[in-house]
């Protein structure tokens, strides 16, 4: 009975710590969700928390403004996640699937949110929230279309092992009056990625609402069959369906179908998985399951359906799905190495692994490791057997050059704001021609307190080189009158209050007095040698002072 006892307590304290190290584990795992396509427009809120609501999205982009009310949702959701527990409740962050965030956090994840302003990247150091910092990505009914280099970017991110969260509505769902809609936007990407249709999965322009148990039989799938539980019916509420195609990827799967439809079948799916490269994706035909009812409530009409339809099921699908796309597979699969940009004429090594052979395009070298030298931003897609099945992985190299350095000058009596330079450039340095030496800025407003003609110099840098352009300036000093000038002296009335006195000399510490016309001391001050002092003179009222600077052996009087 001891020994029965003491092995008991064994096993016990084996699962805590087991139980310990699950969720140490999955704390190290980064949910990224996107704002950046609209997901905040018309009557959608698919955010997890937005502190200020001063977004508006239409056909030419997010608009910033006061009088604006859509969600502006920002990087991390407040209050912070490190306070949230079993007990928190989904309003404690404002979004409409505030809810799925709370989840991630109680499971052990950390989320995010990729701003409006956010950068789909991967590989890209200089950007923070690149998508090789995070293991799954959820981007929730996208209305704006992804352009070549986000394109890329999710099928790198994928390829190297990451999960993607792929969420679409029923057509006609343009929240932004863009043109293009989430059925399109998801088919637009997968048509224009190597290798076309990479996951196997085609969203149909379709509009249509139901309640579906049609679910397929698999004992064994994580999506209906995983950690959260068994989900057992799925309302869609103004959706669309999927077109699946093994022979574009042999590992996609349709998991609940249409009500009268078959369950082992291509058609009329309504959820989907698939693997891709050392990565996975999940597919959800419909943005209403994930909404939990609350959000903006300045902008928004939302809908009671994560937990509170299709008996709670649409929670245990999605927390399941969000689960199966964190989880590191055993696999080995094919990879490629992730590259940052390079400059033109610089070379990169790629390197796949995972294969047993492999084969490049564009090139047709059979080898893992290939050196390139590309003119032009190019794809390269490298073909592998894993485990007798043929692989394919992508990696982008961008090629940038050196920048460019041009400025155009707006002259307002003293002041020059100069602006129109280099946009491909890491940091500024200008030389203004007064003397006043280089400064580092990017978009400088400089005065000037004397008139004349300055030469200009604008040094623009990046990763690739600099680049220097330079080009006169006539500048007319209006406002700012030179009281006395003189070798080792300069004072002006910088402003209506203040004088501004510069010692050029070697000299002791220099006297600056101000006096009225009867003689009367009002302002003294004393001004170390090389140095430039301003004085204020507000008290003084309008009128006619004597400025005098200057020692026993140099005096002026203005």
């Known amino acids: 009975m001891r020994f029965l006892y003491s092995l008991s307590r064994f096993c016990f304290l084996l699962l805590i710590v087991s139980m310990l190290m699950d969720t ?9 969700f996107d704002a950046t396509k609209a997901e905040t ?7 997890i928390d937005a502190d200020v609501h001063n977004l508006y999205w239409n056909h030419n982009g997010p608009q910033v403004g006061s009088g604006n009310t859509g969600s502006n949702p920002q990087q991390f959701p407040t209050p912070l996640q490190s306070t949230v527990n079993s007990g928190t409740a989904e309003t404690y962050w404002e979004g409409a699937i505030s809810a799925w965030g709370i989840d991630c956090v109680n499971y052990g994840y950390e989320v995010e949110t990729l701003p409006y302003n956010g950068l789909i990247t991967y590989g890209n150091g200089s950007n923070p929230q690149d998508l090789s910092y995070y293991k799954v990505f959820v981007i929730d009914e996208p209305n704006v279309q992804f352009t070549t280099s986000e394109k890329n970017a999710l099928i790198n991110f994928v390829s190297n092992g990451g999960g993607l969260f792929m969420i679409s509505d029923h057509q006609n769902s343009d929240r932004n009056n863009d043109g293009w809609d989430s059925p399109n936007i998801w088919n637009d990407f997968m048509a224009n990625v190597s290798p076309v249709n990479p996951f196997g999965i085609h969203f149909d322009t379709l509009d249509y609402s139901q309640t579906s148990t049609n679910f397929a039989t698999l004992p064994n799938d994580s999506l209906l069959h995983g950690p959260y539980g068994n989900p057992t019916a799925l309302k869609f509420s103004g959706a669309t369906s999927m077109t699946l195609s093994p022979a574009a990827n042999s590992t996609v799967t349709g998991v609940i179908f249409k009500t009268g439809s078959s369950t082992t079948g291509n058609t009329d799916v309504m959820v989907a998985h698939a693997r891709f490269g050392r990565g996975k994706v999940a597919a959800l035909a419909d943005s209403s399951p994930p909404d939990d009812g609350t959000g903006n409530p300045a902008s ?15 929670q245990l699908l999605i927390m399941n799905a969000t689960i199966w796309l964190a989880e590191s597979d055993s696999l080995t699969g094919l990879a490629v190495s992730p590259v940052a940009s390079v400059c033109a004429g610089q070379s990169v090594t790629l390197t796949a692994a995972g294969a047993s052979s492999y084969q490049w395009a564009p090139g047709g070298e059979i080898t893992a490791s290939i050196t390139v030298s590309p003119g032009t931003s190019t794809v390269y897609t490298v073909t592998g057997m894993v485990n007798g099945n043929p692989e394919t992985a992508t990696v982008s190299v961008n090629v940038e050059s050196g920048p460019a350095a041009s400025f155009s000058p707006s002259i307002s009596g003293g002041t020059v704001v100069f602006s129109n330079h280099s946009s491909n450039a890491t940091t500024y340095s200008w030389n203004f021609g007064d003397g006043s030496g280089a400064v580092s800025t990017s978009s400088p407003t400089y005065t000037y307190t004397a008139s004349g003609t300055y030469t200009v110099v604008l040094t623009a840098t ?23 000038t003189d070798d080792d002296f300069e004072l002006y009335k910088a402003s209506s209050n203040t004088l501004k ?23 003294s001050k004393r001004v170390a040698k090389l140095n430039t002092e301003y004085v204020d003179i507000s008290t003084l009222a309008q009128g006619l002072y004597l400025a005098k600077i200057g020692n026993a052996v140099r005096k002026f009087t203005k």
């Open 24 to 32: 140490k584990a999955a704390a190290q795992v980064k949910i990224l």
């Open 41 to 47: 427009a018309g009557n959608a809120d698919w955010v």
């Open 300 to 314: 928004n009409s939302l809908y009671y359906s994560y937990t509170g339809e299709a008996n709670g099921s649409h």
């Open 462 to 484: 990046n990763a690739c080189g600099s680049t220097t352009s330079s080009q006169p300036v006539t500048v007319t000093v209006t406002g700012i009158d030179a009281l006395a």
């Open 501 to 523: 006195l510069y010692i050029r000399s070697e000299s002791a510490n220099q006297p600056l007095e101000v006096y009225d016309l009867t003689g009367q001391l009002l302002l």
